[in-house]
């Protein structure tokens, strides 16, 4: 599951879940990078104020079942699963299954 913290909560050894780029749309670190002291020092220079990093926090089952009711109302007319909106909110009710733990 990914995670938006404020990067002054970043600790070493967290793992980007989104790449840090800069206004021009330039890369300056990747998904999937670990973080250390020097990286959060810098991104703190750069004033970045918050990033996100995969969280093995898993989703209680009010979080669940409000996300699954956003999704429900916002495809509500996708009635046809083989429309590319029904198979749109097909593979976001997977996702959110696959992301609901063992709560």
Do not use: W
């Amino acid at each position: 599951m990914k995670e938006s913290i404020p990067i002054t909560d970043a600790k070493p050894g967290m793992v980007l879940a989104k790449a840090i780029t800069n206004d021009k749309d330039m890369t300056l670190c990747a998904d999937g990078t670990p973080l250390t002291e020097d990286l959060i020092d810098r991104f703190l220079q750069m004033e970045i104020d918050n990033i996100c990093i995969e969280s093995n926090k898993e989703m209680s089952q009010e979080e669940y079942l409000a996300l699954k009711e956003k999704i429900e109302k916002r495809f509500v007319a996708s009635y046809n699963p083989n429309s590319l909106l029904g198979k749109i909110k097909i593979a976001l009710l997977g996702h959110l299954e696959s992301q609901k733990g063992s709560s």
